[in-house]
């Protein structure tokens, strides 16, 4: 590497290193030793193309333009090269300050070096961005495979003059001169002109059959055979051709891009009414708090098992979508955002379960716009695609929802970017999807493709589910999940309907809530009646089924009526009295206990309506004394037969006592769910760390400064609080300090040490005695003191 880009980053400020080092995060994981291991690794395949594919379009073009340059180039006459392409899409001051603002950029993030009289690309991007501006190789690369004997042939047969050099040399030379290009284009035919103009902005390569066929200008028949009898197109392999560089710079008539604007382009679409497209999104995020409440309570009752391969069945999302109401993909994506959320998780068994997790109950506890913002939250900054759910993988293998394959890593990034256009459409715009994938390719041109497009359709999608946007428009709560600072919740909340606590009891055995309910008393009625419909105002039945429930969950038939006493604004209709009671009086005569199972019940003649019933069969049951069967089904199975045959049994301990079950006690711990990061940097300290550390290191590698003896005497010793805290104080202020420290041996030795950053239990830092960066174990610090 030329020492010229290791020099410039060393005279850059600190500053302007931090910004380097937080555009390009991935230059200091690890620290760099010294500023040339910086340069090293800032020159890196990996790293400058992570780098470039962060640019946009204008800025990308301007590397570009760089890096087509033999040498060192001027602002002026890089300003000059792009204003052809940039004609008609800006204005002289536009562009300069476009120009400005990229050169600016290029420098800040160490993708260009030099004052503006001596531009030059930084090392290694010219390799990877080869080829530029979709041009092809140069001549030389071209023909390099070419025998020197058929080159000299091309070169009489262009009426190239005889001349000492290579064959490859002189025909590149020519190529390069615009003259001689001009006098060769114009000999061809209009039909193998319009194949140059074709090849000359890109592709510039084709397939072509025996293409290193020997042809002559005289013989050559076709438009293609007139392009390579003349040098214009060259056979890069047996099928291959292409179009020198050379020859495509003169067809674009100098110009390095077709069309080139420094501003994005505008963002297309429907006009809204902004307060209204916040109330549309508001009530659409209320509705994702409730739905996701109601899948956690139903999956408590009846959770669904976890694939063996991961996942979630698709029989089990389809009862899942039916009962919450909502089509396949929106229930998939209810359950991905509960996931990301850490609020379910499967049980880790063998046969695991989908459950909801402890989480979930701090979180329903929550206001709503709270629940909300946490939710949101997590869709945006996670690393699945709930829109893959029932397509198939390159196996042919179908994906579930909660698979694993569903991860996808520029997920949560392409997100993030997708939002951020939505973010700046402006008040009461719906941007059409085609100017958001536009406007994305401009601001990435690198990460175009078919992936990134779909990922930003399906983000468009549920962003309006998740109530993100309403009527395609960025809401105000949006803005603030956008933005990350943690308004969105405070945003949300005037939007949202008040919650009601009372419904309204019919004779018909229903119950109507005239809006949405409280989380206790929506809890109660889902327990204790069956969601009939749902709208404007939802409709509960109450049943038998469902009044046995609350009691097997350990109510009374008096909890139940005075619950709907108290929240019914209407009285409590006789028919809904007189079932209460009924289900009541029938419930708990009948007990089943464990022996495999037996059944116990005072009255006798209840058990020999059972033992007559001729559904009993199967049940093989026995009387054991007149108030007890035996049977050697299990419990379980016992109780739902009994059930089914029209009774309200309840289960019973070993020691007599009635087992309440209740419907939200099944919880699990589950494994910590991976979060996707969005493509953020460094903090400021640990970037101002990194800094310190690395020009420490910088100076030793330069001076090579022999080590230093450790002081005098007995090594420090300190309290390990009062060792953390002043090791703090020294990265902070930059000072040195002398610490005792323990190596492999349990030997406790001196060190003297410019301290840089503390992280995971260890301490970055210059070691003066060993002139070199360490790392040291915190546990091994044996105390600390100042440096005399």
Same mark, same amino acid.
């Given at each position: ?54 640019? !946009? ?441 008040? /919650? ?101 019940? !005072? !009255? ?52 007599? !006592? ?20 969005? /493509? ?35 090594? /420090? ?37 410019? /301290? ?33």
């Amino acid at each position: 590497m030329s020492t010229e880009f290791p020099e410039w980053l060393r005279g850059r400020t600190d500053e302007q290193l931090r910004a380097l080092v937080t555009a390009r995060p991935e230059l200091i994981t690890p620290v760099p030793a010294h500023v040339d291991g910086l340069a090293a690794r800032a020159g890196s395949p990996s790293a400058l193309g992570r780098a470039l594919d962060r640019l !946009d379009r204008f800025t990308l073009a301007v590397v570009e333009t760089l890096t087509l340059q033999p040498g060192p180039i001027t602002r002026k006459a890089l300003r000059s090269s792009l204003d052809k392409a940039a004609a008609g899409t800006a204005g002289k001051k536009e562009l300069d300050a476009a120009l400005d603002e990229a050169l600016d950029r290029l420098r800040t993030r160490g993708l260009a070096f030099g004052p503006d009289d001596a531009l030059l690309p930084a090392p290694g991007v010219v390799e990877a961005l080869d080829p530029p501006a979709g041009l092809g190789p140069p001549a030389a690369e071209v023909f390099r495979h070419h025998s020197p004997e058929a080159l000299e042939v091309l070169l009489d047969d262009i009426g190239a003059p005889r001349r000492d050099g290579s064959p490859r040399d002189r025909l590149a030379e020519l190529l390069a001169d615009p003259t001689t290009v001009g006098r060769l284009v114009a000999e061809v035919s209009p039909q193998a002109r319009a194949a140059l103009d074709e090849l000359s902005w890109g592709p510039a390569s084709g397939r072509l059959p025996n293409a290193r066929r020997d042809i002559r200008t005289a013989t050559a028949q076709s438009p293609i055979e007139q392009l390579l009898a003349r040098g214009l197109l060259g056979a890069t392999g047996d099928e291959s051709v292409a179009l020198p560089r050379e020859v495509a710079l003169f067809l674009r008539d100098g110009r390095v891009h077709r069309d080139l604007s420094p501003r994005p382009p505008d963002l297309e679409g429907a006009r809204r009414d902004q307060v209204l497209a916040d109330r549309t999104a508001a009530g659409q995020a209320f509705t994702l708090v409730r739905t996701v409440e109601e899948l956690c309570e139903h999956w408590s009752v009846e959770p669904p098992g976890v694939l063996r391969t991961g996942g979630l069945a698709i029989r089990d999302l389809k009862r899942t979508a039916q009962s919450l109401d909502l089509p396949e993909w929106a229930a998939g994506l209810v359950v991905e955002i509960a996931y990301a959320a850490g609020l379910v998780a499967s049980g880790g068994s063998v046969d695991g379960e989908w459950l909801p997790t402890p989480a979930y109950d701090g979180w329903r506890v929550k206001s709503t716009e709270d629940r909300w913002a946490l939710l949101a939250s997590a869709w945006a900054g996670m690393d699945r695609v709930p829109g893959l759910i029932g397509e198939r993988d390159d196996r042919d293998r179908p994906l579930n929802a909660l698979h694993p394959d569903l991860r996808r890593p520029a997920a949560a990034q392409v997100r993030a970017q997708t939002l951020a256009v939505l973010a700046s459409a402006g008040p009461g715009l719906a941007p059409a999807a085609a100017s958001v994938l536009a406007r994305l390719s401009w601001e990435q041109p690198r990460r175009r493709g078919a992936q990134r497009d779909r990922l930003a359709e399906l983000t468009l999608r549920e962003a309006e589910q998740v109530g993100v946007t309403g009527l395609g428009v960025l809401s105000a709560h949006g803005h603030g999940i956008v933005r990350g600072d943690g308004t969105a919740a405070g945003l949300l909340a005037p939007l949202l309907p008040e /919650p009601v606590d009372h419904v309204l009891l019919q004779a018909d055995l229903t119950a109507v809530a005239p809006g949405p309910l409280t989380s206790d008393l929506g809890r109660w009625l889902a327990l204790t009646a069956d969601v009939e419909s749902k709208g404007g105002a939802t409709v509960y039945r109450f049943s038998e089924r469902s009044i046995r429930r609350a009691l097997d969950a350990g109510q009374s038939a008096d909890d139940v009526a005075g619950m709907l006493e108290r929240h019914s604004a209407t009285a409590v209709p006789q028919p809904l009295r007189y079932l209460i009671s009924d289900v009541a009086r029938r419930h708990g005569r009948i007990r089943v206990g464990t022996a495999s199972a037996y059944v116990r019940c !005072d !009255d006798p003649s209840v058990l020999d309506e059972v033992l007559a019933d001729k559904r009993a069969g199967l049940l093989r049951l026995r009387r054991l004394a007149p108030t007890v069967l035996a049977s050697k089904t299990s419990r379980a199975t016992l109780i739902d037969s009994l059930r089914a045959m029209g009774y309200a049994p309840v289960a019973e301990s070993l020691e007599g !006592d009635v087992l309440v079950s209740r419907a939200d006690s099944r919880r699990t711990d589950g494994p910590p769910v991976a979060r996707g990061a969005g /493509p953020t940097g460094p903090e400021p300290d640990v970037a101002a760390a990194a800094i310190r550390a690395m020009r420490a290191g910088d100076e030793a590698h330069r001076t090579r400064r022999r080590p230093s003896h450790g002081p005098d005497g007995q090594v /420090p010793r300190s309290p390990a609080t009062a060792t953390i805290q002043a090791l703090q104080d020294a990265i902070r202020q930059g000072s040195r300090v002398w610490i005792g420290y323990l190596d492999a041996q349990g030997h406790a030795t001196s060190r003297i040490l410019e /301290p840089a950053r503390m992280e995971g239990g260890y301490l970055t830092a210059y070691d003066e005695t060993r002139a070199a960066v360490h790392r040291f174990a915190l546990h091994r610090i044996t105390g600390i003191a100042d440096v005399s």
